[in-house]
């Protein structure tokens, strides 16, 4: 047989005096919370489009290694990868521009970058201290 203890008239005036205290904790501790939450989705969202570019500039690269390429056709490429992601505001950049002055074994340079703001998932009150978000690949031109 299962016997009930006793309530001290002291232990509910206890609970009493504590009842909003898990309120209050949850008040203190919940913007913190979100601060942090968001934080980490903004900051993975950054590595996501951070390996968007790298891969955009790396195909972008191959591309104008290959003997007859052009600088339109390296524009297409990069466009048409970064179109998979709906990144619209990347600056694309090749150096050298006129791909037919590369000697063979010379480098072609393919620079992809973006701004983080207008590919932000969260809204702009967490404000990143990235000015842009960049990707750079260099390859050697094949002879043919």
Known sequence: ??????????????????RGVAAVEFALIAPVMFLITFGMIEIGSVMMIKNALTQASRIGARAGSLPMSTSEGIYAKVREELQLMNLEHAAITIHPEVLASIPPGGNVTVKVSIDPSTVGWVPQFLKLPLTAVVAQTTMRREST
């Open 1 to 18: 047989m299962v016997r009930a203890i006793p309530t001290r008239p002291y232990d509910r005036k206890q609970r009493s005096c504590r």
